[in-house]
């Protein structure tokens, strides 16, 4: 352990006897909430969304050691630091600098950036991502308009976006929030696994003739992106048409898919100071979101995402929403020691926001060494997993009641985008009666009820907070991103972690390579045998060219 | 505790034993996976199944402590009780019958069954359930080749699912999985959360005149299920369209669903003595599936999970795959200590697996009180999560690696659907890029890696299973469905819990109908005042009832 070790803080310590006193039967729920002034007391307002932590398993003391806590990892400061273009992510020698992409403020953000980083010059980036912005903006009017139409002169009418992990699941989650909003006659697809079932359903669904593919890759050598391709390739020459004419690509400048050797339609800059997972607000999910549902609507989404940022980077630290959300995250994690966490949108739309912010959090934060190498002390990442309510009541919170007890996130949403159904059953619109299950299920996780048959008693005190937006407009589902970000990095910091690196990732990919290079020796030479010095290996390469197991 | 607790056997204490043993150094997983026959001794075949656990941390003495707790416990005695129709299902005194729906036996499933529990009196089940598939197959063969049409004589086109949990994510699951198969021209979609914009999104895709409705609810009485039929019957009379001529249920015999006073096109029955998570092989999932694909395939889906059935019940516990991998879930769980467990199917078809699964494990599972009510002694119940591989690896796995550990099952399959794509990158195919993914996780993951860098560091020693298909054949989707009950309701018989009921889901709806209550009574009369003795419960109606938080 370091001297820098969060759990060396007095403020870790004090917080650490609080959770203590949490566990004393007159601190239950069921007290708790029934105490004046404890809503007014744990929820808050800002940029938009109402956040509301009175179920949480806290009291005055203890937000006030957190507080101090995050006071006293200069948390904040940090944030700002990051939106300035400070090199956050130390270990990739990189700014981090998602929030510029949703800059519309005239000032200046300077970033050394890498090839840069020998010296103290820095540039503004802003020229450049407003001139991506601007090309977004014209190539999706010029989509729509019918000023770019394909080779035989047909306007297009899919949109498949190729890439996986950060260059896909922020941006279905996106557009499957604003899907409401989609009018501008594309359909959007996604082919991110290189499971080859994968391409084989997308090519049955799209027309062929009037499908853009929309190629995502920061170095354009992603191995699943790449083999993707490499079908489209082959599909778009089995129906005549050319690369030059059916696919755009989002990549690094200079990548081997910003080659004019290898003409496309169009190519977009990405930036190396954004990663993956953050990059929602990029040309990454600015040009398949400007495709679907149009520019205007795109840039709404940026503009709440912006209003998230600013609210983060100077509300006070009592008052900031996603600040006060990692802080109870770390809460519940360290302190309470609950190892997962659901997260259950009470809205249709939001089916995606789990598998999103599981990316987002988990990839983050799932990490063991600190900023200085040293190992973490503490546990540093929850298990992140929900599906919509209320169809997880139905599934599995049963659990959530009776079982192993897991801090859920609950989402609301005060206005439906399909409000015009008012057909009522026992007295209520479908709207109402997801409320009143919202509503419900927090209450019965905190209270908790007795009963003379065991099978039939619940234990309670199970902590939630609630998290309420206005509707599903663009600017609401950008402040909800921007909030997870921040929220996300706010933990970061207190852990002393870098959120921005993904080292973890990098042993399977090496090791997948030497088996794919053994595969493919075996494909060059049918005669090669699998070398039985591993069995376990020589076992599943056997049942691949066999094909059975 | 009770003195039936599973704790205070003997054979749990060994176990336990086995369990300290396995923290040592020497036992790290990169060791254990070099010895000879690891693969030999730790794997098997089955029902078409390939089930690897070679690289879960155990080893023989492990292996065979377990082994001696399911013959300590008797589960698959109680396992062959269940498909004989006793009452296991003891809380709500039913059989759990869903066995008998994939049985092609000629024999008889004798049952007493509710209404006829007072007495010894049993009755054979099985010819109504062969009366039922009879139904099935005519129904959907009847509406594939015309026979049945839409009052205007038009063929039915789409249609839609209506039910919630398990009246919907064992369909769907089982629908995406075996999709390369639908060629009957029929669509199928599911309307299950109360959320009016899944209605309003379902809606604007389907053809009005041309829509079946299948609403499945074994009590029709389900708040959400009832609300969707609701706004389905204003959507049917705006288009001039009939409930008789458009909408099937699937319910109780006799409940409101199978009213004459209320004419449908058809009505199926569904039986109390199988629970709705179980119930894919039953009328719930057959009535869709068969529509949707074909009643061939569907009989072909049900006589896969037959087969894994006979082998649960009569293969010996130590070369039994669902009881074996029973035995390493609780090992996992409570010997070990993992909370969680990721579910990654290698295959874009099983997207739809985990969800399935999660309400199949969470709900039998997610208990706190033994049969005989006393509460249980150890934690019952993972939290199951997961994605489809590779996305899962571009997404959450840097936590695996490197983060907070959790078990993981693996699942591959060794052909396609898609199997003519051949094109290769890097000289291999997309299916054996997958593939070489598939192998190179579970072996990154049980090894790991030193690095003088700290953050390149891989602890390893973490666990893994790993399960093949041949393929995605409607046989194999069956038998991994009924290997996954077969294993739920094993690991329940050792925890000696009821993995039937669901008691847990009860004060949340409870709540839920007083809270409506309310809201009803202010939609009635809007000059109510919400009662503000509870300021939470107030706060909320105040942003329903003023559209904003």
Redesign the interface.
Known sequence: MTKNAVTLLPEWTNAGMDAGRMGLGENHLKHL?RLPD???KF?R?GAG??Y?F??QRLDDECFRSLINLAQARGIRQRFRDMMAGEIVNT?ENRAALHTATRSFSDDPVMTAGPGNTGGTARTDIMPEIRRIRAEIRNFSADVHNGNIRTAAGKQFTDAVVIG???S??GTEFAATAL??WADKGIRLHFL??????????IVRTVPADTTLWIVISKSYTT??T???L??V??FLAENGLEEKNHVVTVTSKGSPGDDPANPVLRSFHMFDFIG?RYSVTSAVGGVPLALYLGYDQFERFLKGAEEMDNHAATAPDAENLPLIAALVSIWNNNFLGY??QGLIP????LSKLP?HI??LS????????TLD???LAV???????G?????A????????????P?PIEFI?V??????T?T???????????????????A??LAE??TDD???????GNRPSS?L???D?SPENIGRLLAFYEAKTVFEAFIWGI?PF?????????????????E???K??NPGYQFDNRD???K???D??FD???
């Open positions: 909430i404890r809503l007014k929820s307002r969304i109402f509301d009175s179920r270990t996986i992990g950060g896909y699941l899907a409401c991110s696994n290189v499971d080859i079932d994968n391409f084989g359903a191995a699943e790449l083999a993707n490499n079908q390739r082959g993956g190892p997962a009470y809205a249709s739309a598998a599981q990316q988990m990839e983050s934060n799932g990490k063991s060494v190498g040293s190992a546990s540093s990442g929850s298990i992140i997993f599906e919509p309510g209320t169809n009541q139905h599934s599995f919170f049963q659990l959530a009641h009776q079982g192993r897991f609301g005060a206005t439906p985008c399909y409000d159904y057909r009522t059953s026992k007295g209520v619109t479908n709207h109402q009666e997801l409320w009143a299950n919202l509503m419900a299920q209450q019965a908790g009820k048959n065991p099978a039939k008693c619940f234990t609630t309420i937006l206005q599903l870098n690196d993904q080292y973890g990732v990098e042993l399977g990919k090496t090791m997948a390579g030497d088996i794919r290079n595969i493919a020796e494909n060059k069995p376990i290996r076992c599943y390469l049942i691949l094909k059975k197991p």
